[in-house]
């Protein structure tokens, strides 16, 4: 039996170890109890190629796949059978790149047991696996513990230059290293992250994200806190039931990493399970890496559609309808990319003469562009069958 919570929403501290029990069970043999997987939710002619001992292993909640495309570089956080990365292997196709990464030697083997066999089928071979926590991404487990066979530790010594080899190997050879993929994916897995450890592992969705990039996670989430009973029962927590965000706190947790463009693209609308009086579901949720760095003027304003009367930014600021709202260079990127978060809900205006030289702009607090300013100084009023005072003859841009 595992020690108790003490009723302040802490995890037993061996949480880590029942998840890997249960798990490593699960690869053998399947577990209908754990998550809440449906075939039917995956793409037919991709899940028909994988090998049935993949399928059947499969412990999810939802299906990020579908929001990833041909070419990118994917990391999927608890790849389990590797049932998703070898779907997204077919969609991502031979320019693409999957890495699944899980902590489990028992999923891992299952998983790398039709990496070749199924390199064949596809006609190509994208897909990888990596031994590691997914809090920690940096470091590769499998390269540790070969490092701690050859120099085993038996007193604090051993122990202290264990951990230097793991720090050298997070900065020399990491296992996911920095700004790597285009898309971050995991399906039912966040929730198994010990309480403590959940800000570090949002921090490492986001270091491994390529700027501009995005995480796609399906997950358990819940309408209440999990009651302390639930929070007191291991199989609970290894069923992805007593580790599961509270709805709100699951979004804010994408906020507090540095995520924008944050979205529910889907929820189940019947709860999986009620236990306690809570209702616990599968939501998937997308949020995009790319709103830092320094802010430009270039004389750029964006007005919001609706129709809402207004809308905030994640940094607080407000864009009322049909407003002419300035902002910077940065910003008018984010708010009018067509594949972005907020495609379609922001007209961008550029200013009638593209602005020399940038100069830094002040993000703090809103204002509203004067359309003297798009137009700028010499601009000069016309007459219906007169030419505009910026053209230059025929050809120009704004004739
Ligand atoms: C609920 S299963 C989901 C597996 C897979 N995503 C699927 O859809 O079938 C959870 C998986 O995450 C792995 N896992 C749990 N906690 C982990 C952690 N902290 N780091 C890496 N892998 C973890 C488990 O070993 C298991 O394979």
């Given at each position: 039996m595992l020690e108790r919570t003490n009723g302040h929403g802490q995890a037993p501290r061996e949480v880590e170890a029942e998840v890997l029990r249960r798990y490593a069970h699960g690869a053998k043999k399947r577990e209908a109890a754990l998550c809440c997987p449906a075939k039917s939710r995956y793409e037919k002619d991709l899940l028909k190629k994988l090998p049935k001992e993949i399928v059947e292993k499969d412990y999810g909640c939802g299906d990020p796949s579908r929001w990833v495309n041909a070419g990118d570089t994917v990391v999927d956080l608890g790849?389990?059978?590797?049932k998703a990365c070898y779907i997204l292997a077919q969609k991502v196709g031979r320019k693409g790149r999957v890495t699944g990464v899980d902590f489990n030697p028992a999923m891992l083997e299952l998983a790398r047991k039709y990496q070749r066999p199924l390199a064949k089928r596809f006609g190509f071979r994208n897909v990888e696996f990596k031994r590691a926590r997914i809090q920690d991404l940096a470091l590769d487990l499998e390269r540790a513990e070969a490092w701690l066979a050859e120099h085993p530790a038996s007193n604090l010594d051993g122990w202290n230059a264990f951990e230097a080899e793991c720090e050298r190997l997070r900065q020399e050879a990491p296992a996911v290293p920095d700004d790597f993929a285009d898309v971050v994916v995991s399906n039912c897995?966040?929730?198994?992250?010990q309480p403590r450890d959940k800000e570090r592992l949002f921090g490492e969705l986001f270091r491994v994200l390529k700027k501009g990039g995005r995480a796609v996670i399906s997950d358990v989430v819940c309408d209440e806190e999990p009651t302390a009973a639930t929070l007191a029962d291991p199989e609970l927590w290894s069923g992805c039931i007593a580790g599961a965000f509270r709805e709100e706190k699951f979004l804010q947790m994408f906020e507090a990493a540095g995520f924008h463009g944050i979205e529910i693209l889907e929820r189940q609308e019947q709860p999986w399970q009620v236990v306690d009086g809570v209702e616990y579901r599968s939501m998937t949720v997308r949020a995009f890496k790319g709103k830092q760095g320094p802010c430009y003027e270039c004389l750029q304003a964006v007005v919001y559609r609706g129709p809402f009367s207004h809308v905030f930014d994640d940094d607080g600021h407000r864009y009322p309808r049909g407003v002419r709202m300035a902002v910077c260079e940065k910003t008018f990127g984010l708010l009018t990319d067509p594949h972005g978060p907020y495609a379609g809900q922001f007209i961008g205006i550029e200013p009638h003469t593209p602005v020399a030289v940038a100069h830094a702009y002040d993000c703090s607090g809103d204002r509203v562009r004067d359309p003297r300013e798009t137009k700028g100084r010499d601009f000069k009023e016309t007459r219906e069958g007169e030419a505009p005072a910026c053209c230059s003859g025929p050809g120009s841009k704004c004739c």
């Open positions: 790849s389990g059978s590797g897995v966040l929730n198994l992250v």
